[in-house]
């Protein structure tokens, strides 16, 4: 049943992608991702694209990573977003805590002075895990809710994968205390977000970066599925009755 929302999904995705000029692209190279944003988002991401997806930290290969793209007609990247699995997770606090899920290299010193875990982590938070991050639109594409789409799409594709048993990631403070619906990723405030959340101090920076965690299983994404493709169909039908 999955298997066929997720092939729905991905069909109403690509009428909307078509409606804004736009294609989708499915890659696997993470030098290529590394470089693109370079050039096209060095403004958005000050300090370098997130470590979290760097091949030169991490064992970036086809079977436990992908990232997504949306180019236009002439081959202009204007949305991303990358993902990847952890096996057999034993302690989901442990990973964040040391700040290892930034990157497989042991030999690189934790990139922050201060972390401090003061959140309640959901119990049975273990076993296959994915994540996702580089979240990036470019700036004249923006508010047209392309980055969920490609987020909700890789949190499903991972699933269909890999069959994952949580989906995690982190969102700031800010974004939560500024008003910002952390909805905007598919997240229920109420259900899949830790408001005590991670401080972490990253190396040479003045401020505390305070995060929250979220959250979500296998059952919560396949229905997340059926939402989406039900929101995007009834969009679509909208505008052509218009």
Known sequence: MFKQDLEDYKDVLARKFFANGLT??????????????????AEDFPGGPSPLFSP?????TPDRSFWLGLETEDGQLV??????????VENVEELWSSLRILYDDDSKPTPADQIIIDTRFPPGLEGTISTTGRGWTRSDYRRRGLVRDLVVLARAECLGRW?????????TAGHIEGGREVSCFAYDPKKN???????LKSVGAEKTLHLH????????????VKTEVSRLNEEFGQVAAE
């Open 163 to 171: 069959l994952i048993d949580w989906h995690i990631g982190t969102t």
């Open 193 to 199: 977000v830790d408001r005590l959340g991670i401080y």
């Open 24 to 41: 989708l692209t499915v890659n696997d190279d993470f030098e290529l991702m590394d470089g693109l944003l370079m050039e096209h988002a």
């Open 213 to 224: 965690m979220l959250w979500m299983g296998p059952d919560e994404i396949a229905a997340l």
């Open 56 to 60: 030169e930290f991490n064992c970036m």
């Open 79 to 88: 949305t991303t977003v990358a993902a990847k699995k952890f096996d057999f």
